[in-house]
């Protein structure tokens, strides 16, 4: 069935700070890939997606590249802030369609340290 | 423009009984899914429901039950609550067809109702 794994966390890095989330993903067909970030306290947040291979997905300065040859959807983000702790989900539709089944990965706790 | 709303925010049931959630969709959005979210763990897709229908339901056992009404709302019923129960349920919703106002088919998650079973 289809899956997703990602990067065992905690993560703490230092303000400024250069990130990375590896994610990887199984899946048959084209499924379109997500990042989802949780805040305290709060419900999921869609970050940034991408629906097709190479397409690259960014918001806020976070970056993820659909790589169907690796099929990979890491996460990047050049300058990290306190703001930016929480925890990441990567997530994927299988059929391609974000208002369908999402199958989400472990998550991955960020901590931004000043 | 009020998001997904949930109702209760936390509840405290006890094993064997039944529980029952709510959920209000995003204004313009149609279809209503549910997730279970353990600690520590990604949520799991429990269903999603779109015109009163069951459309598409995860790996969860018929305990796990729902419904939909004519304004869209949602509830998720669970009944011979056990332990392994104790998690926090999200609802999210979307719209099955963009249009102008909705153009994207993103689901949008409510902040979560935390269950605890004793």
């Known amino acids: 069935g289809d899956s997703v794994t990602q990067m065992e966390g905690p993560v703490t890095l230092s303000e400024e700070a250069f990130l990375t989330i590896n994610c990887t993903y199984t899946?048959?067909?084209?499924?379109?890939l997500f990042w989802y970030v949780q805040y305290p306290g709060e419900g999921l947040q869609l970050l940034l997606k991408?629906?097709?291979?190479?397409d690259k997905g960014s918001n806020k300065g976070f970056e993820a590249t659909y790589r169907k040859e690796t099929t990979s959807f890491h996460l990047e983000k050049g300058s990290v802030q306190v703001s930016d702790s929480a925890v990441y989900f990567c997530?994927?539709?299988?059929?391609?369609?974000?208002?369908?089944?999402?199958?989400f990965g472990t998550g991955t706790r960020l901590t931004i340290i000043p | 423009d009020a998001g997904v709303t949930q109702s209760p925010t936390h509840l405290i049931k006890t094993r064997g009984q039944q529980v029952t959630l709510r959920c209000s969709p995003k204004?313009?959005?149609?279809?209503v899914s549910w997730y279970q979210q353990a600690l520590g763990q990604g949520p799991q897709f429990i269903f999603q429901?779109?015109?009163?229908?069951?459309?598409q339901r995860g790996n969860f056992p018929d305990r796990f039950s729902g419904h939909q009404f004519p304004n869209y709302s949602s509830e998720l019923n669970v009944n011979a609550l056990w332990l392994g129960d104790s998690a926090l349920y999200l609802c999210?919703?979307?719209?099955?067809?963009?249009?102008?106002?909705?153009?994207?088919?993103?689901?949008?998650f409510g902040p979560g109702t935390r269950l605890t079973v004793l």
């Open positions: 429901y779109y015109e009163e229908e069951e459309r």
């Open positions: 204004s313009g959005h149609d279809t």
């Open positions: 991408a629906t097709k291979a190479d």
């Open positions: 999210a919703s979307s719209s099955r067809h963009p249009t102008p106002r909705n153009p994207t088919v993103e689901q949008f």
């Open positions: 997530a994927l539709s299988a059929r391609g369609l974000g208002n369908e089944k999402l199958t």
């Open positions: 899946a048959t067909g084209y499924p379109s």
